[in-house]
């Protein structure tokens, strides 16, 4: 059986992608493409439009817009995500297989949960390793930190060079393991430089609906700098801009009950989960942070 994975560039859609390589482990061919990026260039509009020639054709944690779902809405694709956006927009598939179910409504928090349970007839020999691995993975995509072994997973991820997702599958394609030496060091790259972002970049602070809102500039150790600030500064929604990417990213409180992908997507052009989003850096998004003033 050909197969093609389609998957979002983080952690967390690398440990879908593996657990999918796990369950085809006797698959002739298993082709992986991360596909963050191509979400707001375009690039996945062109990319849809050659998946005929594969047996099996597997869409996963990818929020879709309208647009893509009919470029993706073909016989051999199977759709599996958590988005509540694309939840929403699950009954414009006529021809794909999907299975588009979230949280809280159902239970799964993240789309590595969601092939858990839905292919767990094919999934019970796995090792206490991989149960492990995915363990740490699926809690990461929702920040639960509980786990430094998460956040470590993660600074791996982040410093491996492209394709990320198909080496990490590598590295870890038996589970959770003791790191390297290599990976050592990785990780406490990667916390320098979140450490060296914390005490050079210039904090704000300001209001969005009412919301407490802390934002600051940087291209590094994202997810943890604005969970950082959110709680050194009791604010509901934290703000990441990228300059150089011209990206903005949110994340929201454990406290906090907004959506936050409903403001990537009203204010950046942009979309995720309800606790963590992004888009794109927008004229409207720099005009409504005009406001904010320095903390």
């Avoid at 597997?58 to 759709?79: C, G, H, M, S, Y």
């Avoid at 809102?213 to 700098?225: K, M, Q, S």
């Avoid at 979309?271 to 409207?284: I, K």
């Amino acid at each position: 059986m050909n197969i093609q994975v389609w998957t979002d560039t983080d952690l967390h859609g690398a440990g879908s992608a593996l657990v999918l390589k796990w369950l085809y482990k006797d698959a002739k061919a298993f082709n992986i493409n991360d596909v963050s990026e191509y979400m707001f260039t375009g690039k996945f509009k062109g990319a849809l439009q050659s998946l005929d020639h594969y047996d099996r054709v597997f869409i996963v944690d990818l929020n879709l817009t309208p647009e893509q779902i009919k470029l993706a809405d073909r016989d051999n694709v199977v759709v599996i995500d958590t988005h509540k956006a694309h939840i929403k927009n699950k009954a414009l598939y006529s021809k794909a297989k999907t299975i588009i179910q979230g949280y809280p409504d159902h239970g799964y928090r993240s789309t590595v949960d969601l092939i858990i349970d839905k292919f767990g007839d094919h999934l019970l020999h796995l090792t206490n390793e991989q149960l492990l691995l995915i363990e740490y993975i699926g809690t990461y995509d929702w920040y639960d930190t509980q786990y430094k072994e998460s956040l470590k997973l993660n600074a791996i991820y982040y410093n491996l060079n492209s394709p990320k997702t198909e080496k990490f599958i590598s590295a870890f394609s038996d589970g959770y393991r003791d790191f390297t030496l290599h990976e050592k060091n990785a990780v406490k790259l990667y916390f320098k430089k979140f450490k060296d972002q914390v005490e050079s970049g210039r904090v704000f602070k300001g209001q969005i609906k009412g919301y407490n809102v802390v934002a600051t500039f940087a291209n590094y150790a994202v997810d943890e700098l604005a969970h950082f600030l959110i709680k050194k500064y009791d604010a509901d929604i934290g703000i990441i801009v990228n300059s150089q990417a011209k990206a903005v990213s949110f994340r929201r409180s454990k406290n906090c009950d907004v959506d936050v992908s409903i403001l990537a997507k009203n204010l950046c052009q942009g979309g995720g989960h309800a606790a963590a989003a992004g888009g794109r850096l927008t004229e409207q998004f720099a005009t409504l942070t005009k406001q904010f003033t320095a903390c």
